[in-house]
């Protein structure tokens, strides 16, 4: 282990005690306290993987799973197996941090009314997969109950309008990027978790995403594909949230600071601070 | 390496000395070794023996350390996970035709209940172990002792820095959700409002710990954490050779009776 | 034997604006050196500088030469810095290393960076705790200290370190006026010893009065005045460059405009 934390620099290993803490509390706050249906303890993960790179997004995120498992007073649950999908939402963070989609992309004009298409067609293009994904919607294999669909319709309007207008309120192009990013990041931790939950827990995590896992059991759906389709219903939802918290935490940290980390070059912009 | 473990003389005795009593003066790591074990084995050999016999030895170290009343809490902690899956699987088993009975939509099968018990104990045996760990090690302790063993200081200060912020941190949250309480938010009541809720909570907590990485980065800097050296250990905890040779055991046979399992040799297990 | 600015010119990474320009500055062992200056003036910048943090750690452009009892600073590695000058910041809570159960453990931190052995570590931890008169704290734990305390055991632990110079930014901004108190004995206690140098940075101009020899004032990245301090805490233009004369020294001119005769002693 002691290779891997000494390629960090004292920056980045300070970042990441404070990313696994913020994991840990505001995804334990938000489940167990809030009681609320969505997950949103991969804000320090995301933020990591973005300004230290893959290497260190993985560890972090892994190490806030296994950690939150053995917590005293809050641990338990089923959250340390998942610690593999963690692990790879953390490195695609690290990807995206290496592409630049978290900088911040002043635009007017043609440039943002395109920025604020392309984000509203991407969740649109994602809400029809799951509308019409032929594994939900064939009457022989069974599918979403009703309430479901409409769910899918009511959050892909929300989302739309949310993300068209955080790109024009704010200027800036890179929202449709951020929500490209955090949607891509929910689907592939929705097919990395669909085998931990089938195969270790039954299908399902004791929260109340449960209830999508039960409707489509009810509908045919063997244990893995339940748990799949929960997965590729609430993941994407929780990942592109969680994408434009952390761009919002980047945007108002001051830009000398966020140059300091190893990434932090490819998310700031201007050089005049 | 000392058999019995201790603090040197010449270092304060409040600086404290390894734990006592049956299974707590266990070695850190043979204690982390034997949870890691556990939990590979209960989730990782199918059927009911993985989970059965991992449970049994589970409670037994338990009980041996006398922290069995203090399992209880870990125990109810299951109840949400537990229900959902015994519901979950009794009455909506995938392709299960075997009925226990009929009535209205309600058809529960014998399948769907010999999944759902499996994945309990495993939920459970799994739970335990992590609270008995928990309960008799100390992370400092383990940390130290990982750390003499030649973990480096850098995973050395993550681990124990992250385990020491983590309450802090959830404290800061209680006060500032009892503060929002006190302003009449509201923390309990409908979905909208306690999305709203969670904004001053959650902005607070990360803009502060935010700024906090840069001075924490300069300070450990100015602390000589850079350095090369080894650092010198303070606290040592006892070892002994069958605590070695247990060690070995487990780190060998883990992942056999795993490998075994997996490619179906445990068949004739129940 | 002293700690050296020569003509230093300091660039943040990515930024083109000279935060500190030209600037010439000794600090002796034995003498506390205050810094005034309005927010923004670039007083923290000019700790990170003398400690050697910038550019060694935060990145950034150095012109100039920093250097310590006559070893430049460039090229150093951060632990050799932290050996030659200790640095403490305003916030006493992110200076701790959080890793510890007691005071005494988070004082032998330091030190065991440094990889000494045992005997040394004991032996700096218990100088330290003494020189700052803070023994009684040792088997407290760190996180349940009063601001003025977790301070003080955040100097104790880089004096841990032996350094011949510190340099403090602020070190009494987030504290009380009773941890200010305690704060401000324990820099007294230190100078009294003659081993050490001090450069403080604080915009407390009447606890400077009390412990600092000189006083250096920065305006914009420049030093615009540098010399005894109750001569630059005097000065008439101390406002003007956005610094609070001591109370002292607004009471006299106050007495001098209503024309009132103040004892010497308060003069």
Known sequence: MDWLSRQFSTRVLSLMVVAIAINIVIGYTVQTVLKLPIYLDSIGTILVGVLAGPIAGLVTGAASNLIWQYAPGIGGGTIGPFAITAAVIGVLAGIWGYLGVYRSRPATGARLWAAAIIGVVVILFLASRIYNNPAYTDPNVGGYPAWVFTAIVVIAIVASVSVAGFILVRRDAAGAWVAVAGALTGIVAAIVSAPIAAYVFGGVTGSGTDVIVAALRQGGQDVYNASLGQGLFSDPIDKTITSFVVFIVLTSLSPRVVARFPLGERIVTDSEG | MSETGGVPEIVPEFVLPPPTGAYRRLNPTTKLLIALAEALIAFGVRGWSGPVVVLAIVLASGARAGVGARLVPFLLATIPLVASILLVNTFLYPGATDRIFVLGPLAPTWTGLVFAGQATLRVIAFAMSAAVLGLTTGPDELVADLERRGMGRRTAFVLSATVRSVPRVLERVREITEAQRARGLDTEGRIWRRVRGLVPLAGPLLFGALTDVEEQTMALEARGFSAPARRAVIRTFPDSTPQRALRLLLAAGTPLVLLVSVIGMLGFLP | ?267
């Open chain 3, 1 to 267: 034997m002293s700690l050296s600015l020569r003509s230093v010119t300091y660039r943040y990474a990515g930024s083109s604006r000279r935060v500190l320009r030209s600037l010439d500055l000794n600090i002796e062992r034995g003498e506390v050196l205050g810094v005034v200056g309005a927010n923004d003036a670039g007083k923290s910048t000019l700790c990170l500088v003398a400690a050697g943090l910038a550019p060694t750690t935060i990145g950034g452009r150095l012109d100039g030469e920093v250097a310590i009892d006559g070893a430049p600073s460039a090229g150093a590695r951060p632990h050799e810095l932290a050996q030659r000058c200790g640095v403490l910041f305003q916030n006493p809570v992110t200076q701790l290393s959080g890793t510890t159960a007691t005071v005494w453990e988070e004082i032998a931190f330091g030190p065991r960076n440094l990889g000494l052995a045992l005997e040394a570590i004991v032996e700096r931890v218990a100088w330290a705790l003494s020189l700052l008169d803070i023994d009684v704290l040792a088997p407290r734990d760190p996180a349940r200290l009063s601001g003025g305390q977790a301070q003080l055991v955040a100097l104790a632990s880089v004096l841990a370190l032996r350094p011949a110079y510190l340099v403090l930014d602020e070190p009494t901004s987030q504290l009380d006026p009773q941890g200010t108190q305690l704060a401000g004995e324990a820099f007294a206690r230190l100078t009294r010893s003659g081993e050490v140098g001090i450069l403080l940075v604080e915009h407390k101009t009447d606890l400077l009065e009390r412990l600092a020899n000189r006083v250096a004032v920065l305006a914009e990245g420049e030093l615009v005045a540098v010399g005894p301090a109750a001569g630059v805490l005097a000065d008439e233009r101390l406002e003007a460059w956005g610094v609070d004369p001591p109370a002292r020294v607004r009471l006299a001119r106050a007495a001098e405009r209503a024309g009132v005769q103040l004892p010497v002693s308060a003069a």
